[in-house]
């Protein structure tokens, strides 16, 4: 009799022990479930590496020499006028971009900063900043107050190597500034350091 009281009393306690060790996992699981899916969701929202360049149209240049006849500039371009202004007297706007951020300095002819923008300053966080979505926010945003001051016809010169260089242009397009000019001004060493050596993995 006290033998079976006693079997049945553990087997009640190893009942008891297994569904606790279930509960456990159970409630485990669903945590870690539940950081997978709020990984997936932003994974999900992040854009493709390569989807700034994506669906760019490509220009053949022979084609516009015959159209154009002024694509090119020439002597006469520093005097030639647009919209009432001389061409060296048009205001700039300088885009540095890099894989990481991208940056917007309105200047006056002279080279005088009067407005600046970059994506973090925008609102964008972390990876997003590099974005083209963040770079064309940022240069709508900027082309408004360049055009509270006045400004609407202007010449662009961009620096540097990232998904945010055609967006941030056709952003400030967007936003009513007429574009007389794009100078590209990335710079090219011809004699760069030597890379790093390949991560062992």
Not at 122 to 141: H, P, S, V
């Given at each position: 009799m006290s033998l079976r009281n006693f079997s049945f009393g553990f087997l009640q306690q190893c009942r008891s022990?297994?569904?606790n060790a279930l509960l456990i996992n159970k409630l485990h699981t669903s945590s870690v479930l539940r950081k997978v899916e709020d990984r997936k969701e932003?994974?999900?929202s992040l854009p493709a590496k390569d989807e700034g360049t994506a669906g760019e149209k490509s220009i053949d240049i022979?084609?516009?020499m015959?159209?154009?006849e002024k694509f090119f500039p020439d002597a006469n371009t520093p005097t030639q006028l647009f919209n009432g202004m001389p061409f060296n007297e048009l205001p700039i706007c300088n885009i540095r971009v890099s894989p990481n951020n991208t940056i917007i300095l309105f200047t006056?002819?002279?080279g005088v900063p009067r407005i600046i923008r970059s994506c973090g300053i925008e609102g964008f966080k972390n990876t997003r900043k590099g974005t083209n979505i963040a770079a064309q926010a940022t240069?709508?945003?900027?082309?408004g107050k360049a055009i509270e001051l006045g400004w609407k016809t202007i010449r662009v010169k961009v620096r540097g190597l990232g998904p945010g260089r055609m967006s941030a242009i056709k952003g400030l397009q967007m936003s009513g500034l007429n574009i007389v000019s794009i100078t590209d001004n990335?710079?090219?060493s011809w004699n760069?350091?030597?890379p790093r050596k390949q991560r062992s993995l």
């Amino acid at each position: 009799m006290s033998l079976r009281n006693f079997s049945f009393g553990f087997l009640q306690q190893c009942r008891s022990n297994v569904l606790n060790a279930l509960l456990i996992n159970k409630l485990h699981t669903s945590s870690v479930l539940r950081k997978v899916e709020d990984r997936k969701e932003m994974l999900a929202s992040l854009p493709a590496k390569d989807e700034g360049t994506a669906g760019e149209k490509s220009i053949d240049i022979d084609t516009l020499m015959g159209k154009k006849e002024k694509f090119f500039p020439d002597a006469n371009t520093p005097t030639q006028l647009f919209n009432g202004m001389p061409f060296n007297e048009l205001p700039i706007c300088n885009i540095r971009v890099s894989p990481n951020n991208t940056i917007i300095l309105f200047t006056d002819y002279k080279g005088v900063p009067r407005i600046i923008r970059s994506c973090g300053i925008e609102g964008f966080k972390n990876t997003r900043k590099g974005t083209n979505i963040a770079a064309q926010a940022t240069a709508i945003t900027i082309g408004g107050k360049a055009i509270e001051l006045g400004w609407k016809t202007i010449r662009v010169k961009v620096r540097g190597l990232g998904p945010g260089r055609m967006s941030a242009i056709k952003g400030l397009q967007m936003s009513g500034l007429n574009i007389v000019s794009i100078t590209d001004n990335t710079p090219v060493s011809w004699n760069p350091p030597r890379p790093r050596k390949q991560r062992s993995l």
